[in-house]
């Protein structure tokens, strides 16, 4: 089983609002990825976790906080955002975060922000 | 600096033409190569990972291969579902992230 589930599948929030983005997997990974994906645009690296620290953090503006309660389990934390930040936001997972281990990307988060 | 560069950005090809994807890279020590299928407003899809010069996979309808500056995805009698965005990624021994192409989106008419 390959599968990275993610919650909400779409999401609208105004400027003022605060939500979350989550993210699971059972496939005992223990690196794990948000990125941001504009359309037409390749995937773009926000955060890795690996074995539940934070270890890449790609500049990404303070109002974006990640998450990670266990192994498992990946959230991503929006607060006062903009509307440039509508785009697809994706979780992966991969075994391990310093190798060449394949990432396995779940469905989506679609966010519009107005 | 790591590099990934694919062609053709657009392709249409009638049910059954085949052709192939290039992926061209510059990476210092190739850790691995891999292609992934996304299909509009969904998350990439795992196909293929690549590890040296030679290697070659194969699924259903997809071959690829890999060389020491290039990767091509071969699509052999393609169907219409086979239409998507297919990209590119390389991780190199020197970078902490994998590099995607922009990718190449590939229509297939009935």
């Known amino acids: 089983d390959t599968e990275v589930t993610q919650t909400p599948k779409h999401l609208v929030m105004g400027m003022t609002n605060k939500k979350s983005l989550k993210c699971e997997q059972h496939?005992?990974?223990?690196?794990m990825y948000w990125y941001k994906q504009k359309a037409k645009k390749p995937p773009e690296l926000m955060f890795v976790y690996s074995y539940e620290k934070l270890s890449i953090n790609e500049s990404v503006p303070s109002r974006f906080s990640p998450e990670c309660p266990n192994s498992s389990l990946l959230n991503l934390h929006l607060h006062a955002l903009q509307p440039e930040d509508s785009a697809l936001y994706l979780c992966?997972?991969?075994?391990?975060?310093?190798?060449?281990?394949?990432?396995?990307f779940g469905p989506g988060t679609r966010l519009l922000v107005l | 600096e790591d590099q990934v560069t694919q062609s053709p950005e657009a392709l249409r090809l009638q049910e059954g033409e085949s052709s192939s994807l290039n992926c061209s890279y510059t990476?210092?020590?190739?850790?691995?190569l891999f292609w992934y299928r996304q299909d509009p407003g969904k998350g990439p899809e795992f196909l293929f990972t690549l590890y040296s010069a030679g290697e070659e996979k194969e699924k259903e309808r997809l071959k690829a291969t890999l060389t020491k500056k290039e990767s091509f995805l071969h699509i052999t009698a393609p169907k219409p579902e086979d239409s998507a965005t297919y990209l590119c990624a390389v991780r190199g021994s020197s970078a902490s992230k994998i590099i995607f192409g922009s990718g190449t989106r590939l229509s297939i008419r009935p």
């Open positions: 496939m005992g990974h223990r690196a």
């Open positions: 992966a997972s991969s075994q391990a975060g310093g190798g060449a281990e394949t990432q396995y």
């Open positions: 990476v210092s020590g190739l850790r691995g």
